[in-house]
């Protein structure tokens, strides 16, 4: 039995909120103006601390090891967010297609398709788009002609 079944539903839903809901205000966090302030500011004094501490290695090994584990540990944060900002877009955008009478139902999770058929999809599209501006550029010389 995997970790996940031994926990209970509940359980485990809870976590993967609580997560999400820390995630996303720890980005908000991080990702505000007065965030990048307080980190340049740490910096500016970082290197002003330097010749107090003589430049040692050990000066240098602490701001080396905070910007790694910080960094290590924004990669997890900002994916949560990205994937659960990209899983709500794309169920908007799901919505939006299946709502509107003329749209393409076939459009719906084409995020899931290859590489490759996304590709001929938009070959697909790109031959419409030509075929309308030709028509529409037939359509214009007609009334500039009708015109005359």
Do not use: H
């Given at each position: 039995m995997s970790p996940q079944e031994q926990l209970?539903?509940?359980v485990a839903r809870s976590v993967s909120f609580d997560f999400s809901r820390l995630a996303a205000s720890i980005a908000a966090l991080v990702g505000s103006s007065?965030?990048?302030?307080?980190?340049?500011?740490?910096?500016?004094i970082w290197g002003i601390s330097g010749p107090f501490f003589h430049?040692?290695?050990?000066w240098q090994l602490i701001v080396n090891t905070a910007t790694t584990i910080i960094t290590f540990l924004m990669v997890f944060l900002i994916q949560n967010t990205q994937?659960?900002?990209t899983r709500a877009l794309h169920l908007k955008l799901d919505e939006i297609i299946r709502s509107h009478h003329q749209a393409h139902n076939e459009m719906i999770d084409i995020e899931k398709l290859?590489?490759?058929?996304?590709?001929?999809?938009?070959?697909?599209?790109?031959k419409i788009r030509e075929a309308c501006e030709q028509r529409h550029l037939t359509d214009e010389g007609t009334k500039k002609t009708s015109a005359a």
């Open positions: 209970k539903p509940d007065w965030m990048f302030v307080a980190a340049c500011g740490g910096i500016v430049f040692s290695d050990t994937n659960r900002d290859s590489d490759k058929e996304l590709q001929e999809l938009s070959d697909y599209f790109q």
